[in-house]
């Protein structure tokens, strides 16, 4: 390391400027603490082997003179001394000067005045759904009410009367189609920027329109848009269509993030409105999906991100959803005073404080999203229950992947105890866990699988002889592409003959076209049993001629398991919806479910809500919990066999 604490702005192809940072490895930052733990929590900063120096991707995510005070030298790659000021203007803010964020009134009053949704609009809309659309164009930029009642139109109701003339969407590629579906129905297309009549001026709501960046990206083509406006949607097995001059453009978020020249084209398209689908991909800040959706939502006069479930595990999964609407540093300071007020560094990663989330969700409803639960808008909404069904296994594949996982367990301790002639401390395990984790999966994929026969046999009985099969159809979720395959097979092997196309199954095997016939499909009746992968079918879709569903396997994310049982239980569900969850005595299943349990009141306190079953918990904590406590178990029994054997031989 450099005896000088250096930091070295480099500029890439796009304009964004980042820095290499180089210090001593015992340096000290000026508050007490070592300078190399206060480097590490910056946003995305990462450690470069090669460059035996630490890499700060955006040096915009760092709080004005925050380099200089922790003791740095900032400078250019040719040694000359470097000031914020002096750095060039990054694209997406020579496009359009980010506006002040208006905030809605505390008191929660609607928009005085004549403003409300054009006539033009195609879509139908509820009331909540309308002044929802209100309360965005006023300022309310985030919308997170709950899933399954109606984001999707209330974002573009919103863009419709704030008379956006480039409405950009970004969502998962497995919703392209029903963004494309409705955003053609709503009218966007073809009235994109007419003035509306009776309302404020555009140029009161939504900033001037930027002007064109010079030139374009190679095979992106944004120079010769078609004659008329209308909707457009990028997808990845297709060649780019050329973008419309007005209208709406829609993009899955896989493919913006991997093509940095479809991410450049897109702000250089200039979009008045970004509407942000399934906010919360963006949730980790330094992840490249998080730099990419932020970098366009800064080029944009308005932005709106949708999210049912904005907070996952932490408050800090809210800040990138902040930044995207403008008021991540006005109204908190900016990401480190936001994390260093609302958590504390933890074991793994950052943990809540919680006694200050109340004050979070206070600021939150006082003027940043639109945040509305199904019993607060739908009132007629039928009740949903849950059940768990505990069943028994016997699965010899299950039995083979816990005794290999025991094995090497086993293996690792009698080593440490070899070695040292201690069994492992806590700091040892933690430490070995961090790397073996991945064992867990075998056993989460046999616990699934064991479960084939029993899921198969319930679903076999609960269509009997199969009179009405297609009135009441049963909807089935998993998480493994085996298992799913696996239980395609036992039922399509059971001898009944199911009417209409029989078995079918929305995973990651089918595209977009496919998986939206299946949804019309299975709501016109012709479907008995769909099978569904979480992942893939989690989100976007609507099934509510079901009212059973069955989950074969849960997910390690909660809120992807409440996302999919709201694709039932939605707008249009005219029955009380049951779900009931398959758990396998004796396997990882019962791991997984203390964990779940014992964890809610993050998620409570910011979102408010019932989130008593699922839990608060990543795959990464999950599964480490897991594995930590089957080593802990085994070394407790290995202890135990130790001190008999010496015992013996006294």
Known sequence: MSGRQVATIRIDDFGFVGAELCFRWDAAHPN?????????????ARWDKRRRAWIVPDVTDIPRGALTAAGFTVQHVDGTPAKRSDLPVPPTTQMAARPEVPLFPPSGELPSGDMGVPAWFGLDLYDYQREGALAIAAGRRLLADAPGVGKTRTALAAAAILGSKRTLVICPAVVVTHWTREAAASGLGHHAGDPLSGAPSRADLVPPEPAHPDGAPDNISVTTPPSTPGVVAVVASKKVPEFPDSGVLIIGAQLIRSRADLDRAVRAWCPTVFICDEAHLARTWGSQTSR?????????????PTTGTPVLSSPLELAPLLDMVGVLEPVYGGILRFRSH????????????????????????????????KEEVLADLPPKSRRTLWVDVEDPL????????????????????TATGEPPSGDDIAEWVETSRGMVVRLRQAAGEAKVPVAAGLITEWFGDGTGVLAHPLVVWT?????????????????????????????????????AETVDRFQAGHVPVLVCSIQAAGVGITLTRAREALFVETDWTP??????????????????????TLVAAGTLDERVHAVLSAKAGVVESVMGGDHQVFAPVTERMLATDVLTSMVKERRALLISSTRRRKAAVA
Not at 32 to 44: D, I, M, S
Not at 296 to 302: K, Y
Not at 483 to 503: C, K, M, R, Y
């Open 479 to 515: 998480h493994h592409h085996s298992v799913t395959e696996a239980l395609v097979g036992a039922l399509n092997a059971s001898g009944i003959e199911w009417p209409g196309d029989g078995i079918t199954v929305i995973d990651g095997t089918v595209d977009q076209s496919r998986r």
């Open 32 to 44: 007490g603490t070592l300078l190399r733990e206060w480097v590490a929590e910056l946003p995305g």
């Open 342 to 373: 609302f958590t504390r560094k933890a074991k793994w990663g950052y943990s809540p404080i919680r006694k200050r989330l109340p004050e979070l969700r206070r600021t939150l409803d006082d003027g940043v999203w639109v945040k509305r639960t």
């Open 398 to 417: 299950y039995s083979v992947a816990l005794s290999s996982v025991v094995a090497v367990i086993d293996e690792w301790l009698s080593m440490v105890m």
């Open 292 to 304: 990419v959706l932020r970098r366009i939502a800064r080029s944009c006069p308005v932005t709106i």
């Open 559 to 580: 809120a992807m398991v409440l996302q999919a049982e709201d694709r039932q239980h939605r707008v249009g569900q005219e029955s009380p919806v049951t779900y009931t």
